[in-house]
């Protein structure tokens, strides 16, 4: 089992809860950087980094779900088929 101090799960929470704000706001070039992972827009695609894994993604909402579901369930998760 992953064992996190309390500050890391914060700042996932409050990465996330700017993420959610912001996400669909983002137009071409424009990107959200936070401690936890950057999201950028481009033309078509919006890119997810983190130090663990780069995913590109077509929608704010499918970039949101596998941000969500990697820090709230770990990456085991994501690579079991989950991711979109």
Known sequence: MQQLSIFSVLQQ??????????IEKLQIG?????VTCDIERSEKMLTVRANEFEETFKTGAAAL???KNYFENGPEYIYKGIKQ
């Open 13 to 22: 929470i409050t990465d996330i809860e700017l993420i959610t704000r912001n």
């Open 65 to 67: 779900m596998y941000i």
């Open 30 to 34: 424009d990107s959200i950087i936070t």
